[in-house]
């Protein structure tokens, strides 16, 4: 069971020092594992962050960068984006990205347009910026696609167990269910 407070360990449970909560939770969104480093469970973050980084930059890699963009206008709503967007800061340039291409003034993508959003609108007289993403990296577009989204909904449940703690239940509660539903026959 945790609980916020000092550890203390005991027969049947260990306590562990969630420290707060609710920073280490910004944090395990902010960087995939800060949050555990700072609970002081190391493996743990180590292992988060290895795993939600790697998948994620596997990803962004297979994609060229491309696969990794915010846009919401009437032609392209980027809904993976919100997936992608768990991972916190490594998905934020896409955000910097469609401000400098929507906002105004309109200005060009940065960075030689990774993880800028394609050309909008699509007009029948140009090329389709993103049509021509999907028949250039063919599979590898949707891959990395998904890729970049388990990665973000993977540190979505490392956020929450960074707030919550790890899961589990005590066990003299299942002892004392137990008994209850002896009694009960």
Same mark, same amino acid.
């Given at each position: 069971m945790a609980k916020q407070g000092s550890p203390r360990r005991s027969d049947d449970m260990v306590e562990i020092d969630l420290r707060n909560?609710?920073?280490?939770? %910004?944090?395990?969104?902010?960087?995939?594992?800060?949050?555990?480093?700072?609970?002081?469970?190391?493996?743990?973050?180590?292992?988060?962050?290895?795993?939600?980084?790697?998948?994620?930059?596997?990803?962004?890699?297979?994609?060229?960068?491309?696969?990794?963009?915010?846009?919401?206008?009437?032609?392209?709503?980027?809904?993976?984006y919100l997936c992608q967007l768990g991972t916190g800061l490594p998905a934020l340039p896409a955000l910097l990205q469609a401000r400098r291409v929507f906002g105004e003034p309109k200005q060009p993508p940065l960075w030689n347009? %990774?993880?800028?959003?394609? $050309?909008?609108?699509?007009?029948? $007289?140009?090329?389709d910026e993103l049509a021509e993403w999907h028949e250039r990296l063919s599979y590898r577009f949707e891959l990395g696609t998904l890729y970049t989204?388990?990665?973000?909904?993977?540190?979505?449940?490392?956020?929450?167990?960074?707030?919550?703690?790890?899961?589990?239940?005590? $066990?003299?509660?299942?002892?004392?269910?137990?008994?209850?539903?002896d009694s009960d026959s």
């Open positions: 909560a609710g920073l280490a939770a %910004f944090l395990a969104w902010l960087w995939p594992g800060a949050g555990h480093l700072y609970q002081r469970r190391y493996a743990k973050g180590i292992l988060l962050m290895a795993v939600v980084l790697s998948m994620y930059f596997f990803g962004l890699f297979l994609g060229q960068g491309h696969v990794v963009y915010a846009s919401w206008t009437p032609t392209d709503k980027r809904w993976q347009g %990774f993880m800028a959003p394609p $050309e909008q609108p699509v007009r029948p $007289e140009s090329p989204m388990i990665a973000g909904l993977l540190n979505i449940l490392a956020i929450y167990d960074a707030y919550a703690g790890p899961f589990g239940a005590n $066990e003299e509660e299942e002892e004392s269910d137990n008994s209850d539903k």
